[in-house]
């Protein structure tokens, strides 16, 4: 089992990222999807979920009307898109199987520059 984030990076206030979150060794369809971020000094922070066949989002407050979630089945590819990025949303970026069990990927890091 694997899940490989990739696509973060250092961007300037208000730019986007697009993260991906690759998986691999499971039925990725069979999984609703999450992403979660961990800025330095503070705790591990859910931000967005997507259902197993992405009719359904949530997200955090934080992050509502900037950042998108969203998935495709047939490439097992998990993706956030974020916009109007702050530097609070500086972090390492996880995504991570909904349920039992739960996977997790290996981080991959934003930074948001002032």
């Known amino acids: 089992v694997q899940l490989v984030e990739s696509g973060g990076g250092l961007v300037q206030l208000g730019g986007s990222l697009r993260l991906s979150c690759a998986a691999s060794?499971?039925?990725?369809?069979?999984?609703?999807m999450t992403w979660y971020r961990q800025a330095p000094g503070k705790e591990r922070e859910w931000v967005a979920t997507?259902?197993?066949?992405?009719?359904?989002?949530n997200y955090a407050d934080s992050v509502k009307g900037r950042f998108t979630i969203s998935r495709d089945n047939a490439k097992n590819t998990v993706y956030l898109q974020m916009n109007s990025l702050k530097p609070e949303d500086t972090a390492v970026y996880y995504c991570?199987?909904?349920?039992?069990?739960?996977?997790w990927g290996q981080g991959t890091q934003v930074t948001v520059s002032s």
């Open positions: 060794g499971f039925t990725f369809s069979s999984y609703a």
């Open positions: 997507i259902n197993r066949v992405g009719g359904s989002t």
């Open positions: 991570k199987t909904v349920g039992v069990p739960a996977y």
